[in-house]
């Protein structure tokens, strides 16, 4: 298993109305896509700083994880995700055979059409990480 960089930081917001222009009109950078993705209950809307992006989540049900998160610890910053060069079934599979906890057994399908999986932040000192990868990257 080889992580090539950061891919992504996942920052929960309230509203993607109110988080955009901060992105856009304070830092500079430019929103090129908007995304619902139904399964996860989220809206994303994506930036990018050289090769990592910036994934505003703002959560579409308050029964949702973003919709959970926010109400326990606020806005903020909600995972982080590597990018993996060899698979993402192989990474879980090693990291499992590691002692790893994991929150996906497989990798589904995520924001971009990235192939996904999330590991559990009891094993990763804190920090809720979702490793990727991009199938058309190949
Ligand atoms: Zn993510």
Known sequence: ???SH???????VKSLETAIPY???KLGLKCYAVEEV???KVKTAFFKVGQTKIE?????????PIGKFIEKKGEG??????AVKDGVQNALNVLSDKGVQLID???RKGAEGLNIAFLH?????????ELCENPNEK
């Open 105 to 107: 057994k497989a990798p």
């Open 77 to 82: 910053i909600h995972h982080v995700a590597f």
């Open 23 to 25: 992105y856009e009109e």
């Open 1 to 3: 298993m080889e992580l």
């Open 6 to 12: 950061i891919e992504h930081l996942g920052i929960a």
């Open 38 to 40: 139904k399964d996860q």
């Open 56 to 64: 505003l989540l703002e959560s579409t049900d308050p029964e949702g």
């Open 121 to 129: 932040p009891k094993s990763t000192v804190g920090v809720l990480t």
